[in-house]
């Protein structure tokens, strides 16, 4: 305690007893002894624990990181995307490693990871390079690592690299016909190996995307090989010898002819959004074409840029170009244009910062863009990048990143648990005063009605109420639903406690001189009575509260709760009972169970401490 | 003694009407048309006012029209069905399980004796621990083993069950490789003798067990342990104490027996948590009990099977508050006086 006596120097103490006598002292100890308000040696009793201190510091960081936090990452609902499901906490994406800097010759961006080749002939790979259990981008082919790689693609889950030789080489998942060349591939790379050149196998571009791969020769043939299943990877013969550059979509590709048109030149056009070429190119030469995972662009010679396809993230929002654009590139969602001046301007969508380009980048003369990764090569051979570099917590299995689900899911948790807990404590004061204050008939009722709902099994019971009432509310009215039942099966506990504090007050003196004063009933309850209860409601609302947020985790959790794809912390957790997901997607149940645990013990922390300051008997305990 | 359990019987048996009436009218709240589900089938050979009139009239049959409190007094087999006898709860008839396609009474059987299983031993466990621990606090308080406990409980009260379950799960079943993770039983065992089906029945309830126990003991532990230091701050422990009694007896004949009424109160809330409880256990364990099914039948909209689970917990919870009142009573012997 704050007020014990202080000592003092000892010369002081020897002057006051030398010449003050021992009088003085003794009268010092005593004046110590302040008179306190009830409220402030609560107070005081409640700050010095250090467990109060700790929960209460605890708590308030964690209620602002969920009430500040939703609007830093702000929380989409419709939200997936099928090549980040899962990914560890990771923030290395773009994490070029250095001695790649200044000597490269080629990057390519992959779904998480990124590789390239140095001068110097060596391949690496960064980011997460994890493609399943067993595959993995960053094991590199032994016959690659050996051969003078000069170009490299990476797509969904394979990585193509070309040699200087003609050979291509393919690793990472090839279960998915990834691999598989053309028996005209085949036999090229076969005379290439021999040192035959050949006209038809000189290869200028090399790409991949979704499970399939293009390779694009000089002289205008284009090779496309992978799973047929998923992609348009034919050509029509009328284009075939005749491409000069080709980009890919997710499912499909885009020709540029080398007479400056383009053209789908795949065989499923027929309704398709990629085959409707906007009429604004008719008559005009295209100079460069990139592609999105759903959409295509061209740029033509006057620097004008197309885009058309089926995407509705904001590629089509073509920015007004102060400079004349002389390339572009295209990421999963975004583009990249590189402008006559050597700067570069990024339109598309931009939820994981791919379109924001650092500021004061010039000098560029290479791009390389893929998902959502961009780097840039500048004058000098430096190296800039930008875009997703990695989720801090992880991904889901919807590919959604895990803290803005944490975040948002704490805010829904906490409202949910405080708003059951005023409406408990609403019903348990009114029901347990007029319980308390009139006694006879209203009480027995009252606590008969209170036996029932107490005795009743709480979490079965929820979830019936859930299930029936439920079934014909949308998502919000569902969240109010759960409210409402928190609250109305949870207020016993108050209204007992409530009642037993009215029937002792009852008695006291200040009760009967407010009943000589002739003041109304209700009054005396509700406005003497009740300020006499109210800090062990304060205490039994801390309490509630924990248990409030931990019925309603437990519901979402059952999924009887709130349902997805709104997160709570109970949600979150949902389906988190396998071995897979324990074992190997570890951060998906380890971050929100941390943080809700942490959360709840502060809480039940602060309640304790609570209790012990306004009920100074407990302390003994 | 006598008078009073009768008196908490009657109570009992009105209570249970009360909650079972208010069940059956929640459950009637849900849109469903018996009727229309049986003629179904035969829709496409009536014709529209052919098929009208037998709805009609299988309604008046099935006695779908009948007010609320009829339905309800048949199915709890007080009134007389549509065929004149009586059929309800009470005749032993829980209703037809649809996602089963089996009578109720036998579609519960299996996951009852598992349930029941699974919670005899968490509840020895549970108390066999909770009591000597909460004992020995209260004795030792303010002793570094005390602070340590208050910790590890203050944990098992505030981390959600499910929570303690992953742990449970990473750290016996992925870490150290000790349980299986879930199920009741080895996936195609065959067993020699009913003994060696035990054991194995066991192996696999241990870990769902182990984390209700140390999910339960958190709020037991505190609660007996305060109610001790309670009793052992009364003025008869100091009388107990000056007299010379040897420690052992002061603090379990004389503060034991008085900090045992308010544990046997709380004693209800805990045993019926456990029950609640199980819910989640056997649904993060894939148990095949009373939990799991009824959350099987909630996600598939079987009311009846609902229903009858329902009445299930709420007869636990009312057995378990008689219980509660006897012992109580047996107890304190002024419980017994003034009722």
């Known amino acids: ?97 250095q001695e790649m800097n200044g000597n490269i010759v080629d990057i390519a961006a992959g779904r998480t990871y990124g590789i390239g080749v140095a001068t110097d002939g060596k391949i690496h790979a960064w980011g997460y390079t994890r493609i399943t259990d067993k595959v993995d981008i960053a094991n590199i082919p032994k016959e690659v690592q050996e051969a003078d790689i000069v170009q490299l693609a990476a797509g969904e889950d394979h990585a193509v690299a070309l040699s200087s030789d003609g050979q291509i080489y393919v690793w990472g998942n090839t279960r998915l016909q990834q691999a598989k060349f053309s028996s005209d591939m085949t036999k090229a790379m076969k005379a290439a190996a021999k040192g035959e050149k050949s006209e038809n196998w000189d290869i200028i571009q090399l790409e991949a995307s979704n499970q399939f791969s293009a390779a ?31 980009a890919l979509t997710s499912n499909e590709y885009i020709c540029l002819l080398k007479d400056g048109t383009v053209a789908y030149a795949g065989y499923k056009d027929k309704g398709s959004p990629f085959a409707a070429i906007p009429a604004g190119l008719e008559g005009k030469t295209v100079v460069d074409v990139a592609a999105t995972s759903g959409s295509m662009a061209a740029l033509t010679s006057d620097g004008e840029v197309y885009v058309w396809g089926s995407s509705t993230s904001g590629e089509k929002k073509v920015p007004a170009f102060s400079q004349k654009v002389t390339a572009i590139y295209g990421g999963r969602a975004h583009y990249d244009a590189l402008l006559e001046d050597e700067t570069v301007v990024s339109w598309g969508n931009n939820k994981y910062h791919q379109t924001d380009v650092p500021a ?98 709480f979490i079965p019971f929820a979830m019936i109420l859930s299930a029936v009432i439920g079934t014909r509310l949308d998502p919000t009215q569902r969240m109010y639903l759960i409210m409402v039942v928190l609250g109305v099966l949870s207020w016993v506990p108050t209204c007992r406690l409530v009642r037993a504090q009215i029937l002792a007050q009852r008695e006291m003196e200040y009760v009967t001189a407010a009943k000589a004063m002739g003041i109304r009933e209700g009054q005396i309850v509700f406005k003497h009575i009740l300020p006499n209860v109210i800090s062990l409601l304060l205490v039994s609302m801390t309490l509630d509260f924990a248990t409030c947020m931990l019925t309603e985790s437990t519901l979402s959790y059952l999924g009887f709760g709130i349902p997805l794809p709104t997160p709570t912390w109970g949600n979150l957790l949902t389906g988190a009972n396998n071995s897979v997901v324990i074992q190997q997607y570890w951060w998906q149940w380890v971050f929100p169970a941390t943080i809700f645990g942490i959360c709840t013990i502060c809480i039940n922390m602060i309640g304790d401490g609570l209790r012990d300051a306004v009920d100074p008997k407990s302390q003994e305990r | 003694m006598g008078k009073y359990i009768l008196k908490r019987l009657v109570y009992i048996v009105v209570v249970f009407l009360i909650v079972s009436l208010l069940m059956f009218s929640l459950y009637n709240l849900i849109p469903s048309d018996p009727a229309r589900q049986e003629l179904e089938p035969q829709r496409r050979n009536m014709k529209p006012d052919e098929y009208e009139a037998a709805y009609r009239r299988l309604r008046v049959q099935m006695g779908l029209d009948d007010p609320l409190i009829v339905r309800y007094l048949r199915w709890i087999g007080l009134w007389k069905d549509m065929d004149g006898t009586f059929n309800g709860v009470f005749q032993g008839n829980f209703g037809y399980s649809n996602l089963y396609k089996q009578n109720v009474i036998e579609v519960i059987k299996a996951p009852m004796s598992n ?14 621990i909770t009591i000597p621990l909460g004992i020995y606090c209260a004795v030792h308080k303010g002793k570094r083993f005390d602070s340590a406990t208050q910790v590890v409980t203050m944990l098992g009260y505030s981390i959600p069950i499910y929570i303690i379950a992953l742990i449970f799960m990473f ?78 007896v002061v603090i379990y004949s004389h503060a034991w027996r008085n900090a045992l009424l308010p544990v046997i109160t709380s004693i209800l809330g805990w045993f019926l948590s456990i029950f609640s409880g199980s819910v989640i256990i056997e649904n993060t364990f894939s148990l095949n009990g009373m939990g799991k099914l009824y959350w099987q039948g909630l996600n598939n909209l079987d009311f009846e099977l609902v229903l009858a689970i329902q009445m299930f917990y709420s007869i636990v919870s009312l057995i378990g508050s008689l219980l509660i009142d006897i012992s109580y009573g047996l107890v304190d012997p002024r419980v017994r006086v003034d009722k």
């Open chain 1, 1 to 97: 305690m704050s007020n014990t006596p202080k000592k003092g120097f000892f010369l002081t103490r020897w002057f006051k007893r030398t010449f003050l006598g021992h009088d003085q002292e003794v009268r010092d100890i005593m004046k110590e002894e302040q008179v306190q308000t009830p409220f402030r040696t609560m107070a005081r009793a409640f700050f010095s624990k250090r467990t109060v201190r700790i929960g209460l510091t605890g708590f308030i960081l964690i209620f602002l990181f969920v009430l500040i936090g939703p609007n830093y990452w702000v929380l989409d609902l419709s939200e997936q995307d099928s090549t980040l499901i899962n990914l560890p906490p990771s923030s290395d994406f773009m994490a070029v490693p």
């Open chain 1, 216 to 246: 694009l020769s000089s002289d205008g043939t284009l090779y496309l090989w992978g799973n047929t299943n998923m992609a348009d990877i034919k050509i029509r013969s009328q284009y075939q010898g005749n491409v000069a550059k080709v």
């Open chain 1, 360 to 457: 004061g980048l010039s000098g560029i003369q290479k791009i390389y863009t893929g998902n959502f990764q961009n780097y840039a090569v500048d004058a000098g051979g430096q190296l800039h990048t930008w875009g997703l570099s990695g989720f801090l917590l992880g991904t889901d299995n919807l590919g959604r990143d895990l803290l803005t689900r944490i975040v948002n899911g704490g805010r829904v948790t906490m409202t949910v648990g405080a708003i059951s807990v005023i409406i408990a404590t609403l019903l348990g004061v009114v029901l347990g005063g007029l319980a308390g204050y009139f006694g006879g008939k209203a009480d027995l009722l009252i606590m008969r009605i209170a036996e029932i709902v107490g005795g009743l099994p």
């Open chain 2, 115 to 128: 349930t029941i299983f699974i919670n005899i031993f968490s509840t020895i466990l549970s108390l066999g």
């Open chain 2, 171 to 248: 750290l016996f079943c992925i870490v150290w490789r000790i349980f299986p993770v879930m199920g009741t039983k080895t996936a195609g065992a065959t067993y020699a003798n009913s003994w060696e089906e035990f054991t194995d029945k066991l192996y696999h309830i241990t870990l769902p067990v182990i984390v209700m126990t140390f999910g339960s003991l958190g709020g037991m532990t505190r609660y007996v342990r305060s109610a001790m230091i309670d009793a052992l701050s009364m003025d008869y422990i100091r009388t107990a104490r000056a007299k010379g009694l040897k420690e052992k």
